[in-house]
């Protein structure tokens, strides 16, 4: 891992940014794995958008994307997309579970 100051050709910053991506993956897989879990947990689609936990996630990454002196004006786009995204799943998820439940019960 080289500091970004210690990066002295554009093949160093090639790999530190790669080493970066497969971080970001793994953390994404990982975070990924917690909304499959959350959908299997819930019981019906209309509890996968909660807004009030929607508001307070966009308002812990924006106080971190601040901390960090990082431009929320090119991150936040990123998170709300991510957490439509997890939201579409689990509805889309839930769905399925109930209807496998409903034809497994002769519903």
């Known amino acids: 891992m080289r500091k970004p100051e210690e990066c002295t ?5 090639r790999e530190e940014i790669d080493r ?7 953390l994404f ?3 990924d794995s ?3 879990r959350m959908a299997e947990l819930k019981t019906d689609p209309s509890e996968a958008r909660d807004d009030s936990r929607v ?3 966009l308002d812990k990454v924006l106080a971190e994307l601040e901390d960090k002196e990082l431009a929320p004006d090119l ?9 439509e995204v997890n939201i579409a799943y ?18």
């Open 9 to 13: 050709e554009k093949a160093h910053i």
């Open 20 to 26: 970066i991506d497969r971080a970001l993956v793994a």
């Open 29 to 31: 897989r990982d975070r």
């Open 34 to 36: 917690y909304v499959r």
């Open 55 to 57: 508001k307070a996630v």
């Open 75 to 83: 991150y936040m786009q990123f998170w709300e997309d991510l957490i």
């Open 90 to 107: 689990e509805e889309t998820a839930i769905a399925a579970h109930q209807s496998e439940k409903n034809d497994a019960s002769g519903a």
